[in-house]
């Protein structure tokens, strides 16, 4: 099983960037798909960006394209989501996880097809 840490939140203002990075242990981190999710205050967890274990797809939540990026770097065994032109809205606690399933990813994959899951970084975004 993949075991991943999450890095790179923090408090920013509306229009700021920030990457978020998530570090995968283990030699089986390129088998799997990988994807950002996030929950805010009193909300469920929402699924954000996704990417497929060779970086050939990608799939973003309508709110976030055009401003955030998933991608991975399989030789350091790590995932990033850049976030540009961050908005109060974007405020949650975001989460990495790595399919449940090797070389598998659909563009209607849900939280649950995630098996693996880090322990969540904070992102805050004022106005």
């Known amino acids: 099983q993949v075991q991943l840490v999450e890095s790179g939140g923090g408090s920013v203002q509306a229009g700021d960037s920030l990457r978020l990075s998530c570090a995968a242990s283990g030699r089986t981190f390129s088998r799997y798909s990988m994807g950002w999710f996030r929950q805010a205050p009193g909300k469920e967890r929402e699924f954000v960006a996704s990417?497929?274990?060779?970086?050939?797809?990608?799939y973003y939540t309508d709110s976030v394209k055009g401003r955030f990026t998933i991608s991975r770097d399989n030789a350091k065994n790590t995932g990033y989501l850049q976030m540009n032109n961050l908005k109060p809205e974007d405020t949650a606690v975001y989460y990495c996880?790595?399919?449940?399933?090797?070389?598998?990813?659909?563009?209607?994959?849900?939280?649950?097809?995630?098996?693996?899951w880090g322990q969540g970084t904070k992102v805050t975004v004022s106005s």
């Open positions: 996880a790595t399919h449940r399933l090797t070389y598998y990813l659909s563009s209607r994959d849900s939280g649950e097809n995630f098996g693996s």
């Open positions: 990417i497929s274990w060779s970086s050939s797809a990608e």
